[in-house]
Every structure is written in structure tokens, then in C-alpha cells.
T-cell receptor, first 114, second 115 residues
Framework: AQKVTQAQTEISVVEKEDVTLDCVYE???????LFWYKQPPSGELVFLIR??????QNEISGRYSWNFQKSTSSFNFTITASQVVDSAVYFC???????????FGTGTRLTIIP | SAVISQKPSRDICQRGTSLTIQCQVD?????MFWYRQQPGQSLTLIAT?????????ESGFVIDKFPISRPNLTFSTLTVSNMSPEDSSIYLC????????????FGPGTRLTVL
């Protein structure tokens, strides 16, 4: 069975600080996808990134970066120079090959203090 | 990409009534999914809706409580039947354009409050 753990329930940082959101996953499959979604107060889910299990290269997109380490089953998300607009709940999710449904972690509520 | 709309965006309902939520996609998709997000909680998959076949429900969800229709490749409905306050949640539909090997696009959600 697949499982995603986001141990950090809530994080608060002062604006312009860097912050890392942790995600640990469990799967028996060797082929899978990992995702990060952002849910701002308005409620919609915003897709941030998809990474397949065969690509361990770290990815950077502007102030966002992701660190995928299969050895520790982790897919952590770092926001550099945080901004108030980054305040949201962030979800990590997993889907296995042949099983299109997403299994979500419990989410991390990030608050950026001006 | 896909643009997804949901109706209604929010509703307040009385206990014992039913509400049907509509999900419309701007392109044809094979698989649509319905998720529930209870207050302060994560998203939980209710069911997978494929056109031309019965929906597949996850453990803990049954067709009598959450009947789903999928009449074509761009539209689906989820009904929340005989509602109780515990059904107060955000209900989201999503689509996968390439059988899951692409990002799933989510609708804006329907915020349901049951009194």
C-alpha cells in the first residue's frame, strides 16, 4: 500500500527566510510519480511539480526547488526567500504505475509572516 | 492542460437532503476522479469515474451514499445523498489527461456545509 507522510503540520517563517517542507513516501512499486500541490486559502489545488521515480535530479523553478532522494524515500520542497503569497497548505502526493489515483499526505500549513 | 469547472461552488444544505455536484472539463478525458477534503484534513479519493462503466469506489465510500454519473468524456456528477453534518467538506473533481502519467488537474472545488 502506498503512503505519504508530511510530518510538519504547521510552519511559520518570517518573510524572506528559506523554508523546507518535508515529504516521506512509502511504496512497493519501482515505478511511481510524486507530486506537490499548493492549496491557497481560496481552496483550489495548484499543481507545482511532478517527478517520476527514475529521475532523481533535483529541480529548480524560480524560488522553488525540490530534492528527490530515493535512498531515504523523500521528496522535499524548499522555498527560497519566502513571500507572503507563499502562505498556503502544501500537499505531497504519490501515484503508482497502473493506479492513477493520488494518495495525499496530510499537508503542511505554511504561514509567511510579513 | 485542462480547465475544469464545478457547480455549485458552495452550498449550505439541510440534514437529510441530497446535493448533486457537477464537473465539466474543457477537453475529453478518460478518467475523472472525485475527492473529499474534510475541514482541516487532506484529500481522500471517493471514486474513479470512467465513461461507459460503473464508478469504482474506494474503501469506506459506497454508491448509495455517493452515486456518480459519467455520461460522456467531458462531464461527471457526484451526488451526496441523505446528508449529515459529517458530510460537510470540500468536494473536488480531477482529471488525468494521460492515465495518471501526467499531472492531475483539479477543479476549484465545491464547499458543502450541512446543517
Amino acid at each position: 500500500a502506498q503512503k505519504v507522510t508530511q510530518a510538519q503540520t504547521e510552519i511559520s517563517v518570517v518573510e524572506k527566510e528559506d523554508v523546507t517542507l518535508d515529504c516521506v513516501y512509502e511504496t512497493r512499486d519501482t515505478t511511481y510519480y510524486l507530486f506537490w500541490y499548493k492549496q491557497p486559502p481560496s481552496g483550489e489545488l495548484v499543481f507545482l511539480i511532478r517527478r517520476n521515480s527514475f529521475d532523481e535530479q533535483n529541480e529548480i523553478s524560480g524560488r522553488y526547488s525540490w530534492n528527490f532522494q530515493k535512498s531515504t524515500s523523500s521528496f522535499n520542497f524548499t522555498i527560497t526567500a519566502s513571500q507572503v503569497v507563499d502562505s498556503a497548505v502544501y500537499f505531497c502526493a504519490l501515484s503508482e504505475k497502473g493506479n492513477e489515483k493520488l494518495t495525499f499526505g496530510t499537508g503542511t500549513r505554511l504561514t509567511i509572516i510579513p | 492542460s485542462a480547465v475544469i469547472s464545478q457547480k455549485p461552488s458552495r452550498d449550505i444544505c439541510q440534514r437529510g437532503t441530497s446535493l448533486t455536484i457537477q464537473c465539466q472539463v474543457d477537453s475529453q478525458v478518460t478518467m475523472m476522479f472525485w475527492y473529499r477534503q474534510q475541514p482541516g484534513q487532506s484529500l481522500t479519493l471517493i471514486a474513479t469515474a470512467n465513461q461507459g462503466s460503473e464508478a469504482t469506489y474506494e474503501s469506506g465510500f459506497v454508491i448509495d451514499k455517493f452515486p456518480i454519473s459519467r455520461p460522456n468524456l467531458t462531464f461527471s456528477t457526484l451526488t451526496v445523498s441523505n446528508m449529515s453534518p459529517e458530510d460537510s467538506s470540500i468536494y473536488l473533481c480531477s482529471v488525468a489527461l494521460a492515465g495518471g502519467w501526467d499531472e492531475q488537474f483539479f477543479g476549484p472545488g465545491t464547499r458543502l456545509t450541512v446543517l
